[in-house]
């Protein structure tokens, strides 16, 4: 559906991006604007803090966005999702609310929602499917974060349904790239692991990793994700939810050996089996925007070398501390 007909945008339409300096947010910001997009908005936490219903109310109704991108969220790994239940169900919630809210009072014409992998059922049948959402029980370690994540799906749903609007959910499945997060206790796999290789290179030193090696996962550059989110901005989608993945996952154990091999690390990988290994398998079925148009262009192996550019040339950016 890539025709004239569907195109709702231009080059000077208004777009809010919540949570712009975030990995998601600084990637969809790159991509409109290399694109040519020239009226992009974006506030930090500090300037507005999306928690705070009425601030967020003034904000939209002031700013008047013809499209909201909701990349804003108390977003962490397996571990920060395991210990801080509360936040990551309340301050979501309190996040995405306010924002869907003040966009369908203000009548803001788009809303793109983005979620998580993590909305379907822990045991569902591989890949998973859009339809498979609430068809079992959730993942323990972030059923927290998914159930946030499910009401946002379902609030955007609800508006489409009773008003007709254009309010739309990707969800990404495991993100890595630029700007992401490299604190060992909040991060996700990937960045972890690159700092972990990273810091112990220079002696070998043993590389301590988390689990079993066993769960498979599968990885999506966040630069391919913009490409996704502008082809929502761009396109009218005739469905609600939509999935966005490669279509191909290896193990924990298979993404450790590549990155210590690009990374150049000759030292022992150690096996922490205390540590949580979550959902055993996560593959999303991407083909409803795949048949759409959108489609991935890195390889895990392209990707990970460009995101080890990135982690090199911002030594002083990796070490802060997100929880
Ligand atoms: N990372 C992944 O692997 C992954 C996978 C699937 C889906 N996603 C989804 O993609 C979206 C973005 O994730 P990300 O990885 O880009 O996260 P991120 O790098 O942590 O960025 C999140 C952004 O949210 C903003 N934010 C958080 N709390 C806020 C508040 N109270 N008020 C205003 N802004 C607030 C932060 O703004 P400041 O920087 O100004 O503080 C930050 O820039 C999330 O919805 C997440 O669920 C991520
Ligand atoms: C995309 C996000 O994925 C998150 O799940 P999830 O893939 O398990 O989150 P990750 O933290 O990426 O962990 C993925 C797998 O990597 C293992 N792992 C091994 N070593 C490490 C390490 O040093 N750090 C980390 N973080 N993991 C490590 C971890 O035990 C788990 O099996 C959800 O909690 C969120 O809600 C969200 O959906």
Redesign the pocket.
């Known amino acids: 559906m890539t025709n004239n007909e569907s195109q709702i945008t231009n080059y000077e339409s208004r777009i809010y991006i919540a949570g712009h300096r975030g990995m998601v947010g600084s990637a969809v910001w790159r991509a409109l604007e290399a694109k040519g997009y020239s009226n992009i908005i974006g506030k930090t936490s500090k300037e507005l803090d999306l928690r705070n219903q009425q601030a967020v109310t003034d904000f939209i109704n002031n700013e008047q966005p013809d499209i909201i991108i909701d990349a804003a969220a108390r977003?962490?790994?397996?571990?920060?999702?395991?210990e801080y239940p509360y936040p990551?169900l309340m301050e979501n919630l309190q996040i995405q609310n306010n924002l869907i809210d003040a966009a369908h009072k203000a009548d803001v014409a788009k809303f793109i929602f983005l979620g998580?992998?993590?909305i379907y059922p822990k045991f569902a049948p591989q890949p998973l499917k859009e339809e498979y959402l609430l068809t079992d029980s959730l993942?323990p370690?972030?059923e927290w974060?998914?159930i946030a994540k499910i009401a946002g799906v379902k609030a955007c749903e609800a508006i489409r349904k009773q008003f007709g609007k254009d309010f739309v959910s990707l969800m990404p499945?495991?993100?890595y790239g630029p700007n992401d997060n490299f604190d060992?206790k909040s991060?996700?796999?990937?960045p972890?692991?690159m700092r972990?290789f990273h810091e112990a290179k220079a002696t070998n030193a043993p590389v301590e990793?988390?689990?079993s090696?066993t769960?498979m996962?599968e990885f999506l550059h966040v630069d391919d994700l913009a490409q996704g989110v502008i082809f929502a901005v761009e396109n009218i989608l005739p469905e609600h939810l939509y999935n966005v993945g490669t279509g191909t996952d290896v193990t924990?154990k298979e993404l450790?050996e590549t990155i210590q091999s690009i990374v150049g690390h000759k030292g022992e990988i150690v096996w922490d089996s205390t540590?949580?290994?979550?959902?055993p398998r996560?593959l999303m079925d991407s083909s409803k925007l795949r048949a759409l148009g959108w489609s991935p262009k890195f390889s895990l192996n392209d990707g990970i070398l460009d995101t080890y550019n990135w982690f090199n040339s911002h030594q002083s950016d990796y070490k802060k501390v997100v929880i």
Do not use: Q
Not at 75 to 82: D, E, P, R, S
Not at 275 to 279: H, N, Q, R, S
């Open positions: 977003v962490g790994g397996i571990l920060a999702n395991n990551f998580s992998s993590c993942e370690t972030n974060y998914a499945t495991n993100l060992l991060s996700h796999v990937l972890a692991m972990k990793l988390w689990g090696g769960p996962r924990i450790a540590k949580p290994d979550g959902t996560k």
